[in-house]
Each structure stands twice: as C-alpha cells, then as structure tokens.
T-cell receptor, first 111, second 112 residues
Framework: AQSVSQHNHHVILSEAASLELGCNYS??????LFWYVQYPGQHLQLLLK??????LVKGIKGFEAEFIKSKFSFNLRKPSVQWSDTAEYFC?????????FGAGTRLAVHP | DARVTQTPRHKVTEMGQEVTMRCQPI?????VFWYRQTMMQGLELLAYFRNRAPLDDSGMPKDRFSAEMPDATLATLKIQPSEPRDSAVYFC??????????FGEGSRLTVL
C-alpha cells in the first residue's frame, strides 16, 4: 500500500531563511511525486511535480525538490523564504491510480 | 481559465439531513477524486473515478456516503443521514491519467 510521511508538522522560520521539508514515501512500483501548497482558507495548488528524468525539479515561486530513489525521498527546498510562503505544504505520491497525501507541514514565516 | 467547480461552497445543516455536494471537473479530465480535510485527520481520500467508473471508495463510510458520476461533467458526493462528525471541507479534484490533480475550492460542511 502507498504511504507518505512528512517529517515536520510545524516549521517556523524568519524571512530569508532557507527551507527544507522532508518527505518519504512507501510504494513498490513507479510513482509520480508532487508537492502542493495550501494558503490559509484556500484550496490546494500544485507547487511542482516529478514524473521522470532529472531528479531535481523546479516549481513555482522559487521552490525546488529532489527525488532520491534510493531513499524513497522527495524533499522540498527553497533558498530564501518570504512571509508570503506561510502556508501548509503537502507531499503526495501517485502510484497506480491513487494520489495519497502526507499529513502536511505548516510553515510560518516571520518578518 | 479551466478550473474545478464545486457547489455549494458552504453548507450548514442539521444532523440527520441529506447533503449533496457537486463537482464539475475540468473538461477533458478523466479522473475525479473526492477528499475530506479536517484538522484531526488531514486529507483523507474518500473515493475516485476513472472514465466515470468508480475505482475505489474504501475511504468512505459505506452506510452513509455515496459517490457517483452521472456523466463526465458532474460528480456527486452524498451523505445520508449526515452526522456532526462529517463536518469538514470536502475537496473535489480532477486530472488526466496519472498526472497532477487540480483541486476545486472545496465545500465546507457544518453538521449541527
């Protein structure tokens, strides 16, 4: 069965700090990987995705993620966060048909 | 600008009442997912469809929840009878094959 684990439930950073959010998944086959963001009171929006090819993928708003197959990981990074990055971030894995989400990481960025 | 449309955006009802939530997927998408989001449980997958056929609804309480796709432009999620523990935001999402999903703005349900 698919599962997704996000290591950090809450992260607090100051503006300009670097961000890395951990994500590990469990699935025996080929997967597509995603990071979604949910701003307060809004729906989920796609930040970036990985299907195949270069394991370092770039998304919107300066975010990037690296797929490390041997570690079953897909960590999200941003070199310098802004106050507007305050949101909840979800890692998601799509194996055969299903898209399963991690528990989410709430990020608070202080000015 | 193509988007997933959900109705109603907000619904307050009393315990025991029937609730129907509707979703219009993006034209051309062949997969539709229903998720429920609560503070305690996070995002739970309730059911999903591919080419209008239900593939998995194991996440739904079978005795009270039902999900259908009467046609390619409409997906419904019905709760009958509703209970206070059903209070949550229900999201519909659509996609093409195994690619990313696009989410609607959600239906916030409050059962009193």
């Amino acid at each position: 069965a698919q599962s997704v684990s996000q290591h950090n439930h809450h992260v607090i950073l100051s503006e300009a700090a670097s961000l890395e959010l951990g994500c590990n998944y469990s699935y025996g086959g080929t997967v597509n990987l995603f990071w979604y963001v949910q701003y307060p009171g809004q729906h989920l929006q796609l930040l970036l995705k990985y299907f195949s090819g270069d394991p370092l993928v770039k998304g919107i708003k300066g975010f990037e993620a690296e797929f490390i197959k041997s570690k079953f990981s897909f960590n999200l990074r941003k070199p310098s966060v802004q106050w507007s990055d305050t949101a909840e971030y979800f890692c998601a894995v799509r194996g055969y048909n299903k898209l399963i989400f991690g528990a989410g990481t709430r990020l608070a960025v202080h000015p | 600008d193509a988007r997933v449309t959900q109705t109603p955006r907000h619904k307050v009802t009393e315990m025991g009442q029937e609730v129907t939530m509707r979703c219009q997927p993006i034209l051309g998408h062949n997969t539709v997912f229903w998720y429920r989001q609560t503070m305690m449980q996070g995002l739970e997958l309730l059911a999903y469809f591919r080419n209008r056929a239900p593939l998995d609804d194991s996440g739904m309480p079978k005795d009270r929840f039902s999900a259908e796709m009467p046609d390619a432009t409409l997906a419904t999620l019905k709760i009958q009878p509703s209970e206070p523990r059903d209070s949550a935001v229900y999201f519909c999402a659509s996609g093409l094959q195994e690619r990313e999903l696009f989410f609607g703005e959600g239906s916030r349900l409050t059962v009193l």
